[in-house]
Each structure stands twice: as C-alpha cells, then as structure tokens.
C-alpha cells in the first residue's frame, strides 16, 4: 500500500465512529485522544497500514497492539482523573499510555521488550512527552513510582500478581486488566479496587485480548 496517500486522519475518524462510539465508550477525553493520536505511529513501519483495522496487530514473541474499543472500554473503566499517578504493565508501544495521559494522568509505562520499547520511545515522544517510559520485568511492576492511583496491566492474564497489587494506594487505589483463565480462554475486564482486607474485583464486561507472555506460567518438567 502507499501509505503516502493513505488518509490516516479520515481512517482515525472512522475508528472513533465506527468501532469506539459504538461500544459504549463516552468519555470526550478518550475520544479526542483517539480522533488526535496517529495509531501508525505506534507501529512498526511496515504495520502502519493496519493501525486503525478492528482486529488485535501482531507485534511478535506473542504480543499484540490491542483493538482499539478494547482499549479504550479499558482506559474508560479506569476512570483517571487528572493529576493521578498511574503505572501501564505491558505498555507494548505505548498507545495506551498515549491515552491514560490525554485523560490527564501521570503516567509511567513499563515495557520489558526492547523493540517495542524503542517504538514506544519514538512515539510518546513525539506525542506524549509526559509519560515516563521504563524497562523492567513486567511481574514486578515498578515499585519505585508507587504507591499508584491508578494501574492499567494491558493483555490478559490468570491472576493479578500480589507484586502488583501491593502498589496500589489503599483506599481508593484501582487497577483495570483482563483476567483469561486458563490463558487463551475467553476474557473479562475487571476493575479491582485496594481496600485494607485486599484487592478487590469485579468482572466489568467480557473482552478478548492476547495474553502477556511474562505472566504465563513456565511449563515444568513431566517425568
């Protein structure tokens, strides 16, 4: 395709108006976030075609740019508010945090890939200079900003690792993923909330996204 006449504004436009307002997505924070954001840029080059298709875009060792509904119900069911400290666990190229920023977070976005990682450089750079990018093992969270407001983990897992949890403010500390088990399974988004008794749960809406390899359980030996 040549992308030089590929209209990506009018592809964005439609994204917002025929995947993402449809979906019970009302937040005018997201939605101009989506409408403004270029998605191509958060691609490799050679995948920018597909920025804007309805469909999770394969990144490689297993990861995904999740669909952009899925993303945004996410960001949504986060609920950020401005001045909020927020952690993205699997920040992939750094779209979603493009977004948690626009809703007027402060947010650090944890990548353990070193190729996305450099995409996710160039693009928040140039489109979110606030976001603080990091690189670290994804299970661990980054303890050194917390405790967080707000924790988005961006693909599905099993369970929510209590490394993650404890990093959360109590009281009103709140963190959106996508439970899947066993891994592959149909998924829900939950919205889990830090109280002094534990984490908190609740299923949200149903939502099918890859897994994230870091949390995937390592297969042992079968003698």
């Known amino acids: ?123 928040l750079a140039a489109e979110a200079p606030g976001v603080t990018l990091v690189a670290g093992p994804l299970p661990s969270g980054w303890p050194a900003g917390a405790p967080y407001d707000l924790i988005l983990i961006e693909g599905a897992l099993a369970a929510i690792p209590d490394s993650i949890a404890g990093q959360l403010r109590l009281d009103g500390g709140r963190l959106v993923t996508v439970r899947a088990d066993p891994p592959g399974s149909p998924g829900q988004a939950v919205l889990a909330e830090a109280t002094q008794a534990g984490l908190r749960a609740r299923p949200a809406f149903d939502c099918t996204t890859a897994p994230i390899p870091a949390f995937q359980a390592k297969p042992g030996f079968v003698f």
């Open 1 to 123: 395709m040549d992308l030089a006449a590929f209209d990506f504004a009018d592809a964005r436009a439609h994204m917002v108006d025929s995947q993402v307002r449809p979906n019970k997505v009302s937040d005018p924070r997201i939605l101009a976030a989506m409408r403004r954001l270029p998605r191509e840029a958060f691609l490799p080059a050679s995948l920018a075609a597909r920025a804007y298709a309805d469909e999770p875009i394969p990144l490689g060792a297993g990861r995904v740019l999740t669909t952009p509904m899925a993303i945004a119900r996410l960001v949504q069911l986060l609920a950020p508010e401005p001045g909020q400290r927020a952690l993205v666990v699997g920040a992939g190229t750094g779209y979603g945090a493009a977004l948690l920023a626009a809703c007027g977070a402060r947010v650090t976005a944890l990548e353990d890939d070193p190729a996305l990682h450099a995409i996710a450089a160039r693009a």
